[in-house]
């Protein structure tokens, strides 16, 4: 029985990447629903479905515990998945928590998508842990377009941003949460962009933590796994060699 990894596209790999450097024994099923991504701009009701349609797709083929490596659709559909399976299902929010607790005076920017900004799940986050109102949420749905695409042209990722962040003064950001699983592949062009003290975290290392925590309760360990790799395309099994892996590739030359 292998390890479920769901994301609309190639997000959810920046956490899968972290579960293989973690599970070395555990093998892998990771799903990417590439003929609907992206999820972030779409309605909660279409969002919902699709979720559903392909976890029970992964049921199917047999898993023991699934992670929702998508920040977007852990907020429309973490429930609904709890009440229709018997397996663990671990979901993702952005890292507002350690955001909030580690982070001083300055202020927090959340990078995300439309979505997950808009979800009641997100707001009840931020109105709990957000005292003294210094998270910011902004949208950057082109992000994950640009992951998707492969696109990681240096000059032109910073041209948007510089787009995008222009009216904010990038000084007062102590912390930035990385809450759409697509960013972290942007990390090392938001390093230059931000302050050199400036905090960017994501949720894949807590997240693989606490799946690490189910897999011990609930003595699900593999004994012979070899940290082999299934992935899927909207329902369709994909060759080992297929463009997943320059993705895993990538996500080792940025270590």
């Given at each position: 029985m292998r390890i479920g990894f769901f994301d609309s596209g190639v997000g959810g790999i920046t956490v899968l990447h972290e579960a293989i450097k973690q599970l070395p024994r555990e093998?892998?099923?990771?799903?990417?629903?590439?003929?609907?991504?992206?999820?972030?701009?779409?309605?909660?009701?279409?969002?919902?479905?699709?979720?559903?349609?392909a976890v029970d797709f992964m049921a199917a083929e047999g898993i023991k515990v699934l992670v929702v490596a998508c920040n977007t659709a852990t907020s429309i559909a973490i429930n609904e998945l709890r009440q229709r399976y018997d397996f663990p299902i671990l979901g993702m929010e952005p890292a507002v928590k350690p955001a909030v607790e580690n982070n001083g005076c300055k202020r927090i920017l959340v990078m995300a998508t439309p979505l997950t900004l808009r979800e009641e799940k997100y707001q009840n986050l931020v109105t709990r842990l957000d005292q003294d109102h210094l998270v910011d949420g902004k949208a950057?749905?082109?992000?994950?377009?640009?992951?998707?695409?492969?696109?990681?042209?240096?000059?032109?990722?910073l041209k948007y941003l510089n787009r995008k962040l222009g009216i904010h003064n990038l000084t007062e950001y102590g912390t930035v949460v990385l809450g759409c699983t697509h960013f972290p592949y942007f990390k090392r062009i938001l390093q230059e962009l931000f302050p050199a003290d400036t905090h960017i975290i994501d949720g894949s290392t807590g997240t693989v933590n606490y799946l690490k925590k189910i897999l011990t309760e609930r003595k699900l360990f593999a004994e012979d796994g070899h940290g082999q790799?299934?992935?899927?395309?909207?329902?369709?099994?994909?060759?080992?060699?297929?463009?997943?892996?320059?993705?895993?590739?990538?996500?080792?030359q940025n270590q």
């Open positions: 093998d892998f099923i990771y799903y990417a629903d590439i003929d609907h991504v992206p999820y972030g701009t779409k309605s909660k009701e279409e969002v919902l479905k699709l979720v559903l349609d950057f749905p082109e992000l994950v377009e640009y992951a998707e695409n492969f696109y990681f042209d240096k000059d032109e990722i790799v299934t992935f899927c395309s909207s329902g369709r099994k994909e060759l080992p060699e297929s463009r997943y892996a320059r993705y895993l590739l990538l996500l080792d």
